[in-house]
């Protein structure tokens, strides 16, 4: 008497940490807090059932009225696009850069650029999913404010709620905008004495003692400033505005994740040529990981905006089909014949330029390095990143890697390309994509 034992349900997650900033998990009452869960809870969480029962005025149930009762429905399954093959991989990858390089963080992100299915996105350090709250760390003398906004940086999926400075991975966008205006072709020549003056201001190359003469193309593979900027001053502030427009890099991606930031960038009548030389490198505005990822693959996949996204379709517990999600197919922001051309001039870059690091034997590698400073300039500290796609020629997957603040090297080229290359060549084959 005055024991009865109640049945409770509660979310499970069997993969613990894997994709746990992606996921999201659920509170206490299975509401969703967080990621997907959140996302889709009107397709996860079912109808809760009900028994109506009368009682006394002391409460004590009366037996001869019959109860009422409203059978549970169960929630539908979701299907999503990652595989958690390839999540695992990525994950592992990350975790090893993260070690190597005492980064802060690193995250990666797989994707297929003709539709926007996302196939892996890992955020390391991740959490577990079956233990949210557990900061790993001491939390004495902590307020429940400083507790709580440590748990909500723990929770934070740095690849969509992040803006930072894209660096020279952006330069694919400068480059693609040039071309598909006319203003350069790939065998235009340039010379880089290692600095260029704009107005007052003496901007530097990478190389200090400069590249001497180069082609566009040569530009591109050695990630040469002061080419984009002469590509940059070429295309004006107003058609530059303009292709930002046209490429999508204003308006959010769309991505079926809550909280996703915005770009963060000049107005058009703040930008002088200054401003103009250094947002063609890549510096002096900021984008999430997500925009830039979705935006090359727009780049190269033909020339279509894409939607990135994680959610196929819903089933019901037996399995049986529900509903299809459809995701709009972006404008074509270039034409094929540009997108041809950047596929090429990005194979060059992996082939012989700064990507060199990222080449994978027997098969054609697309990609682009980035060294990015962040502000304040003065602490010294960056964000190295590689963006990369293959095949070259008819593009499958698409990655990009992020890590910020490693220790020590941190040139994008020499450290962020090999990751790439190393999931590329386990991956590619499972993904069916044969070499050459």
């Known amino acids: ?42 397709i996860l969480k079912g109808t809760d059932g009900q028994i109506l029962t ?13 109860e009422g009762r409203k059978e549970p429905v169960s929630g539908k399954n979701l299907i999503l696009s990652l595989d958690a093959n390839l999540q695992e991989y990525a994950q592992q990858a990350a975790y090893q850069a993260l070690e190597q ?44 404010q400083e507790i709580q906004d440590e748990r909500n940086k723990m929770w934070r999926n740095g690849c969509i709620n992040d803006t930072y400075e894209p660096g020279s991975t952006f330069k694919i966008i400068t480059a693609s905008a040039a071309l598909e205006e006319g203003v350069v072709t790939p065998e235009d020549t340039f010379s880089c004495p290692g600095f260029r003056i704009v107005d007052d201001r003496r901007i530097r190359c990478h190389k200090t003692t400069g590249h001497g003469s180069e082609t566009f193309v040569q530009g591109v593979m050695n990630s040469c400033n002061p080419v984009f900027i002469d590509v940059g001053q070429r295309l004006g502030i107003d058609r530059y505005c303009q292709y930002f427009d046209q490429f999508g890099l204003r308006e959010k991606t769309g991505i079926d994740l809550p909280g996703e930031a915005g770009t963060i960038m000049h107005k058009k009548e703040n930008m002088g040529l200054v401003e103009l030389a250094t947002v ?35 089933v019901a517990a037996d399995g049986s089909f529900i509903h299809r999600f459809s995701y709009p197919k972006g404008k074509r922001i270039l034409s094929e014949e540009t997108s041809k051309t950047m596929r090429y001039v990005l194979e060059q870059v992996v082939a012989e330029g700064s990507g060199k690091k990222a080449a994978v034997a027997g098969f054609r590698i697309g990609g682009k390095t980035a060294t990015s400073e962040k502000l304040p300039r003065s602490l010294k500290k960056y964000i190295s990143s590689f963006v990369g796609f293959a095949p070259a020629d008819d593009p499958q997957v698409i990655a990009l890697i992020t890590i910020d603040q490693p220790q020590g090297i941190y040139y994008g080229g020499t450290i962020a390309a090999p990751v790439i290359a190393d999931i590329f060549q386990n991956i590619l084959p499972y993904l069916g994509i044969r070499q050459e």
């Open 54 to 66: 009368m009682t006394d005025a002391r409460g004590v149930e009366l037996s001869d009225t019959g």
């Open 101 to 144: 390089k005492q980064a802060d963080s690193v995250s990666i992100i797989l994707m297929r650029p003709g539709n926007g299915e996302i196939l892996a996105m890992v955020n390391v350090p991740e959490y577990d999913l079956n233990d949210p709250f557990n900061l790993k760390k001491s939390t004495n003398g902590m307020s429940q």
């Open 280 to 314: 063609s490198f890549g510096q002096s505005f900021q984008i999430t990981p997500i925009q830039l990822i979705t935006t090359a693959a727009s780049i190269v996949n033909g020339g279509t905006r894409i939607t990135p996204h994680f959610g196929v379709k819903a």
């Open 1 to 42: 008497s005055g024991v009865k034992v109640d049945e409770d349900y509660k979310r499970y997650y069997p993969y613990g940490t894997l994709a746990s900033k992606v996921l999201g998990f659920t509170g206490s009452d299975n509401q969703g807090i967080v990621g997907l869960e959140v996302k889709y809870e009107s």
